[in-house]
């Protein structure tokens, strides 16, 4: 099956450092990926939508310049959290669309990455 | 704007039939999913309705109505390893948009 790997799956960092989070897709490639945030007992937010080989595309009220994100080949997406902030601390979660898949509608998720800011 | 109204928390007991409503207002639409998670997980997708109508795997059923906005999970012979949240998700334009989730609680 479509696998979706994070990397780290927790951090922790002092306020104003800024923090990488990678995103694979193992098994399959994947020209957009999504990047979400959730905090305890609350929805996944979509922050942006990541395309490879182009800009990413953020959501209302997600500030581009503190979140980062380069999506450099069909497998790899990053998030850079830019001086981050405790604010900043969060469930971070990716997930993929499999370019081969008939499904457009099916994403697979990576494990997250829970960002502790201190 | 888009909007998914879904029930904060429900509570069923094991082996009982459980239903999960959800309905929506998007400014478009093109199929409606649902996704399990557990605490401390990742989501996991369990179903898509695109057209009116069941969908059934295994123990869970999804159910939409496109006239009405309106859909539903239906989980069946549950167990204590269903409970989790569980969130319907839009796909309007380009993107998936999530509810704000169902914490399912199972009694013994």
């Known amino acids: 099956g479509a696998v979706v790997s994070q990397h780290p799956s927790w951090v922790i960092c002092k306020s104003g450092t800024s923090v990488k989070i990678e995103c694979r897709s193992l098994?399959?490639?994947?020209?957009?990926m999504f990047w979400y945030r959730q905090f305890p007992k609350q929805s996944l937010m979509l922050m942006a939508t990541s395309n490879e080989g182009s800009k990413a595309t953020y959501e209302q009220g997600v500030e581009k310049d503190k979140f980062l994100i380069n999506h450099a080949s069909l497998t790899l997406s990053t998030l850079t959290v830019t001086s981050a902030h405790p604010e900043d601390s969060s469930f971070y979660i990716c997930?993929?669309?499999?370019?081969?898949?008939?499904?457009?509608?099916?994403?697979?998720f990576g494990p997250g990455t829970r960002l502790t800011v201190l | 704007g888009q909007s998914l109204e879904q029930p904060s928390e429900v509570t069923a007991v094991e082996g009982a039939i459980v239903q999960i409503n959800c309905t929506y207002q998007t400014s478009g639409f093109y199929g409606l999913s649902w996704y399990q998670q557990h605490d401390g997980g990742a989501p996991t997708f369990l179903s898509y309705?695109?057209?009116?109508g069941l969908e059934e795997t295994g123990r869970f059923s999804s159910f939409l109505s496109r006239s009405d906005s309106y859909g539903y999970l239906l989980l069946q012979e549950l167990q204590m390893k269903d409970s989790a949240s569980y969130f319907c998700a839009v796909r309007g334009d380009d993107k998936i948009i999530f509810g704000k989730g169902t914490r399912l609680h199972i009694l013994p």
């Open positions: 997930s993929a669309r499999d370019d081969s898949s008939s499904s457009y509608n099916e994403q697979f």
């Open positions: 098994d399959f490639q994947a020209t957009t």
């Open positions: 309705n695109g057209l009116d």
